[in-house]
């Protein structure tokens, strides 16, 4: 059964850092979109970061360009997002996606909390 788990979500103070996994089991992400994406109380999920398994190219929002960076192991089926001088902001449920061609994957979604 195909599936995406997000961890490394946490509690950090803000100027603070923390690298979320993405880990696939199931399918690989060799033909996928890999996106990051977030969700804070209130408001609408939004785009953060996305790669293209197929050539490498990545994608930033602009409220996190510069401080985040996304990145992927192939050998372990992982993308993570190093996530870097936080601001209370940031603060959401982080949820990793895999788009296809055909097929999609989200994960259950992990809670980072940037407060002091």
């Known amino acids: 059964q195909a599936q995406l788990v997000e961890s490394g979500g946490g509690l950090v103070q803000p100027g603070g850092s923390l690298r979320l996994s993405c880990a696939a089991s199931?399918?690989?992400?060799?033909?996928?979109?890999i996106g990051w994406f977030r969700q804070a109380p209130g408001k609408e999920r939004e785009g953060v970061s996305c790669?293209?398994?197929?050539?490498?190219?990545?994608y930033y929002a602009d409220s996190v360009k510069g401080r985040f960076t996304i990145s992927r192991d192939i050998a372990k089926n992982t993308v993570y997002l190093q996530m870097n001088s936080l601001k209370p902001e940031d603060t959401a449920v982080y949820y990793c996606?895999?788009?296809?061609?055909?097929?999609?994957?989200w994960g259950q979604g992990t809670q980072v909390t940037v407060s002091s």
């Open positions: 996606n895999a788009r296809g061609i055909i097929n999609g994957y």
């Open positions: 199931g399918f690989t992400f060799d033909y996928y979109t």
């Open positions: 790669l293209d398994a197929s050539n490498g190219n990545t």
